[in-house]
């Protein structure tokens, strides 16, 4: 055991290191909970289900998720990182494991939900474990890299899941994907380590004024907005695309996948502008570029260019999907340490409320017979998020680190 004790620490004992793990377990969660989307043609027709009950499963996973975040946070604070990952990535790995032999619709559904609590775990914990090992003026960069292992892995699943399905069945690449996280949340108990003395967080608001804090609150309600940017994106950007140009589907989804390379490059590059500027002036900067995005997307018509729309959607993507590291690097700015699990449980179960706004939106949609109004709207709503973040302002600023 004392000759693994030298390597075992070294790799441990490096920020990047440390950055590469985190990733790593954000994608292997991300990437099982893709199985509904990426795998449903063969889940309807093995289960026999229809589209609604399809959509139940994604239901599933975002209500796990949104359960799962506030006791992930506590439980965060109260014990090591490295424990609580450990514990939710691997279980969710062997639930979705579990999910593979299920024949029966309900028991799929609960096991869906059970492995998305373990990757709220992920959720909360994984911040905590770039605070203790970034400086301040170099933790939204990480935490922006850490969010890209969400687009990453989605897409990793969306090219490797639906191949090994044609080799096998969607149960075979429910296994592989389910292995695959066990696999990473075992190397990551195996290679982590807590960092020795006090994390690099020492300001905050006491708890539990955070949550009556209006900077907490007035944060929240933007990322709200954008989390509902977000999901009406991710939802009917192609079906919009498809009517309103007459695009054919395969091709109305390139401009999704557009969206999303501008997510990935966004999730970085907003966190690095947090780290330059101040999370307040950067959360405030991506919600105004999110509510303009929303208002030329309501200009596309059936004579618009298609490389200007396909700007358009890049932008989207930069701006609507990439607001989460400097959301939550503001929140630990503003939380005491003790409590940073806690406070970003309670902030990102609240976000979540966000995804509600989806069903409106093609409400909306369909009442109008166009997405024009429905755009509108969308910015107006992001609009609102401009103006809450003014008050999101950072307590103040964090003592440097030498």
């Known amino acids: 055991m004392r000759s693994l004790s030298l390597p075992v620490r070294s790799l441990a004992g490096r920020p990047t290191s440390v950055l590469v793990m985190a990733?790593?377990?954000l994608a292997a969660t991300a990437a099982y909970q893709t199985v509904p989307g990426v795998l449903g043609p063969l889940l309807e027709t093995d289960l026999g289900i229809n589209q609604a009950a399809l959509g139940l499963l994604s239901a599933a996973l975002i209500g796990g998720m949104a359960i799962?975040?506030?006791?992930?946070?506590?439980?965060s604070d109260r014990f090591s990182e490295r424990t609580i990952m450990t514990i939710g990535v691997g279980g969710g790995g062997l639930a979705m494991?579990?999910?593979?032999?299920?024949?029966?619709?309900?028991?799929l559904a609960v096991l869906f939900f059970v492995a998305s609590i373990g990757a709220a775990f992920a959720a909360t914990g994984g911040p905590k474990t770039i605070i203790r090992w970034f400086a301040p003026n170099r933790r939204g960069t990480a935490l922006g890299i850490r969010q890209t292992g969400v687009p990453l892995g989605g897409v990793v699943a969306s090219v490797l899941l639906p191949a090994i399905a044609v080799a096998g069945e969607w149960r075979l690449a429910t296994r592989c994907v389910a292995i695959a996280a066990?696999?990473?949340a075992f190397l990551f108990w195996a290679l982590y380590r807590d960092r020795d003395g006090k994390p690099l967080v020492e300001s905050g608001i006491d708890q539990p004024s955070i949550y009556r804090s209006r900077r907490f609150v007035a944060a929240t309600g933007c990322a709200l907005t954008l989390q509902a940017a977000q999901a009406c994106t991710?939802?009917?950007?192609?079906?919009d695309l498809h009517?309103?140009?007459?695009l054919p589907a395969a091709t109305a989804a390139l401009f999704l996948a557009v969206a999303l390379i501008g997510a990935v490059v966004g999730r970085v590059g907003w966190g690095t502008v947090g780290d330059l500027i101040g999370n307040r002036r950067a959360l405030t900067s991506v919600s105004a570029l999110a509510a303009v995005c929303c208002c030329l997307m309501s200009l596309v018509d059936s004579t618009s260019s298609l490389v200007a729309v396909a700007l358009v959607c890049l932008v989207l993507g930069l701006a609507a999907m990439s607001w989460n590291a400097v959301y939550i690097s503001l929140v630990t700015?503003?939380?005491?340490?003790?409590?940073?699990?806690?406070?970003l449980?309670?902030?990102l179960s609240i976000v979540l409320l966000g995804f509600s706004v989806a069903p409106l939106f093609g409400r909306v949609a369909d009442v109008a017979h166009s997405f024009r109004p429905a755009w509108v709207a969308l910015a107006l709503l992001v609009t609102v998020g401009v103006a809450l973040s003014f008050v999101a302002r950072t307590p103040k600023p964090e003592p440097a680190v030498v």
């Open 23 to 25: 990733t790593g377990l």
């Open 68 to 75: 799962g975040l506030l006791p992930g946070g506590v439980l």
């Open 97 to 107: 494991f579990a999910a593979s032999f299920s024949t029966s619709f309900p028991v």
């Open 182 to 184: 066990v696999l990473v």
């Open 234 to 239: 991710l939802t009917y950007l192609t079906v």
């Open 243 to 246: 009517q309103t140009l007459g």
């Open 333 to 343: 700015t503003m939380a005491p340490r003790r409590s940073i699990g806690s406070a």
């Open 345 to 347: 449980g309670t902030g």
